[in-house]
C-alpha cells in the first residue's frame, strides 16, 4: 500500500504520486509577521513539518517553500499604532517567528521567501493576467475578473450565489463584479509602496502567494498546505490568479488543517482568544507541545486546554523514561539470530501499524497509538529482567527512536551532519546578522543586543570584528 492524502480539492482520499520522483514540491502559507504566533498557528506549522519529515522518512526527496507574508493591512496598521515602520514590525516579528519555529523543533524551510523581495515576480504575474483580459485596472489598483475563471469556486466548493453574499461584506463600487479581488492597491498616503506599470502600490495578499510558489517550485506544484480558515478566499484566488496566468493545474493536493479550538471557540486573533507559542513553549517542554498538537488527526479539531496538555505530559515521561531505560541496549544486536520472540513481533507490528497510520493522510494520532502501545510492552518486558533482552531491546530501541524522530516527540535536537540543513542554517545565522548589523547602524542596541543575547542562548557566539561581526558556535 502506498500513500494516501485526502485532497481537499477533490474531497476525497487519493493516492499520493508526486509529478516529479526526485523531488516532491510543498508550498506552506506562513505567518503574515504582525505579530507573535499563536498555538493555532504553530498546529500548522507543525503538521507541514511532519508531512515534510514523513515524506524524507519514506524515502522521497522533499523541497518545502514557506512564506512570510510581510507587507499587509495588518501589519501596516500594528506598525502604525506602536510607531515603528512596517518594516521593522515585520522583520522583528520574521525573526520572532523563526525564534519560535526552532524552540518548537521545526526544521527550517528550503527557501522561505518574503513577499517585498519578489514584487517583480507578482508584477509579470498581473500583467499576464492583464494581458489575457482576466484583470483590469482601476485608480491604480488591479483586478482580477473572477468571471473569466469557470471553475472559481472549485475549492471551497461555493456556488456563485454564496460567493457573491461573502464578497457584499466588502464592497467597492469600482469593481465590475462583487467577487473580483484585488491583486494590487493603489498606494494610500503614509504606505509603504513600490513602483508599477499602474503607479506606485503594493500587492494584495493572494498575487503574493501565487508568485512565490511558482518561482520557487514552477508552474505546478505537489502539496499546498494551509490553515482551514485559509481555504476561502486565499487558496481559491491563488488557484484562479495561477491556474488562468499558466494554463497548468497550480497544486495537485490540498491540505487543511482544522482549527486549534479553546473553551470550544477558534483560536485566533481575531476573536481575542489565543495562547501564543512562546508562551506554551514557556510552561510545557517542546516535546509535550508537540504531542499535544498532533494528538488529533490535522482535520481534525483539537481544544487546547490544560487537561490535554497534562495528559501529553504524562505520556511525554512514560515515552522518555523507556527510552532512558532502553538507551544502554542501543546497538547491542545479534547477528544470524533469526528466533522471533513475542516482543520481537511487537516491535515489528510497532513499524507497520505507524507506517499504515501515517501512510492514511498522516494519521499521527493512530502513529502514536502504535508507539505507545509498544512502550507498554517494553515496559513489561523491562520489568520481567528477561535475561535474554538485549538483543531485542536494542532493536526496540532503534524502533522507537526512529518512528519519534519522524514526529519530533522524542530528542528534538535540530538535525547535523546534513549538508542542505548546516547550509540553511549558516544563511539564517547570517541573515540575523545582518539584521542586527543594520540596527546598530541605527543605533538601535536594544535589538543588537538582544539578536547577540538569543543568539547565545542557543550556542552561537557573534564576535564583533573591524572587518564586520563573525560568529561561531560554542558548546
Ligand atoms: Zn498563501
Redesign the pocket.
Known sequence: MGMKIYNSLSRQLEDFVPLNPEQVSIYS?GPTVYDYIHMGNARTALVTDIIRRYLEYRGHTVKLVQ?LTDIDDKIINRAAELGISAKQLAMQNGEAFFEDSQRLGIYPADVHPKATEHIPEMISLIQTLIEKDVAYVIDGSVYYRVNRFAEYGKLSNRKPEDLLAGARVEIDERKEDPRDFDMWKAAKPGEPSWQSPWGKGRPG??I??SAMAMKHLGTTLDIHV?GED?RFP??EN?IAQSEMATGCTFARYWVHIAFLNIDGRRMGKSEQNFILLRDALDNYPTEVIRHFLISAHYRHPLDYNRESLMKSDGAFRRLSNCLDALKKYDGQFEEGDTTISPLQQAVQEMKSQFIAAMDTDFNTAQALGAIFTLVSKVNRYLSADDENAPPVLAQAYHALTETCQVLGVYDTQARDGDGDNVEHRDHLINLLLEIRQDARSRKDWDTSDKIRDRLKQLNIEIQDTREGATWKIVS
Open positions: 502559507c512564506n495578499w493572494h503574493e502567494c494551509g485559509l486565499h487558496h491563488e
